[in-house]
């Protein structure tokens, strides 16, 4: 392997590990509010902590829509951020080690999610799920040349 290819895979393991992590604390984060009384209440104080404004639009619009959840929603949010984070681990600790499985898998799981991306994107336009549908776009195009150019070789 190219160093230059090397760099490209370990930089797109970085990318997959990160959001394994931020999945991580998003699971950790729902199970922890199953005990609460009151979510809305424990979100707007760990906020404050990072400096959040508790006044903001889009944290009074979440605080909205959290307010009211059942416990059996953060359980299940929860579990899913935890099988999503075990999706993203696996491709970045074995794009990491530059196995040609992980090449497969992260193009298969990654390509297999831009539909739905773009069904999200569809419902509730961000900036930021545009470009994090940019990115796996590119990653998803970058695997498969690299495959087909190593499957030749």
Excluded: C
């Amino acid at each position: 392997m190219k160093r230059q290819d090397s760099g490209l895979l370990r930089l797109i393991a970085v990318f997959k590990l990160v959001k394994a992590l931020t999945l991580i604390v998003v699971g950790i984060g729902a199970l922890r509010l199953i005990h609460t009384n009151n979510a809305a209440d424990t979100i707007t104080r760990f906020a404050g902590k990072f400096s959040f404004n508790p006044g903001a639009r889009y944290l009074d619009h979440f605080l909205a829509k959290i307010a009211n959840l059942p416990p059996r929603d953060f359980r299940d949010l929860g579990i899913g951020s935890f099988v999503y984070a075990a999706l993203f681990l696996t491709e970045g600790v074995g794009l990491w080690l530059a196995k040609r499985w992980a090449e497969w898998f992260t193009a298969i799981i990654t390509g297999s999610l831009i539909p739905l991306e773009i069904f999200e994107i569809h419902r509730h336009p961000t900036v930021a799920k545009v470009i994090v549908l940019l990115l796996n776009i590119a990653i998803v195009a970058y695997l498969i040349v690299r495959i087909r150019r190593d499957s030749r070789a």
